[in-house]
């Protein structure tokens, strides 16, 4: 038997396993601008309103009044559900 003490091979506990001071965490510049893109847009619809309630009021008001109960609004509901029963 020999004492000599073989290399490791590589891939399997050899250099190339062990990190080198030249390794660099730092995110690249393309992380950064993707996280600068995706922070923009977060804000924008952080900015949008939770909820248009002039538009809930107004059509709170059309269906008190009775302007969506029209014969052409039932009509093409119905049609539309036929054509769906007709798909299936």
């Given at each position: 038997?020999?004492?000599?003490?073989?290399?490791?091979?590589?891939?399997?506990?050899?250099?190339?396993?062990?990190p080198s001071d030249s390794v660099?965490?730092?995110?690249?510049?393309?992380?950064?601008?993707?996280?600068?893109?995706?922070?923009?847009?977060?804000?924008?619809?952080?900015?949008?309103?939770?909820?248009?309630?002039?538009?809930?009021?107004?059509?709170?008001?059309?269906?008190?009044?009775?302007?969506?109960?029209?014969?052409?609004?039932?009509?093409?509901?119905?049609?539309?559900?036929?054509?769906?029963?007709?798909?299936?």
């Amino acid at each position: 038997m020999s004492n000599q003490t073989q290399a490791p091979k590589p891939g399997i506990g050899g250099p190339a396993d062990t990190p080198s001071d030249s390794v660099t965490t730092t995110p690249s510049s393309l992380d950064r601008i993707a996280d600068g893109t995706v922070a923009k847009h977060v804000a924008a619809i952080k900015a949008l309103p939770d909820v248009r309630e002039d538009r809930i009021a107004q059509m709170k008001k059309l269906i008190a009044d009775g302007q969506c109960d029209t014969p052409e609004r039932l009509n093409a509901a119905i049609e539309k559900m036929l054509g769906e029963l007709r798909e299936q």
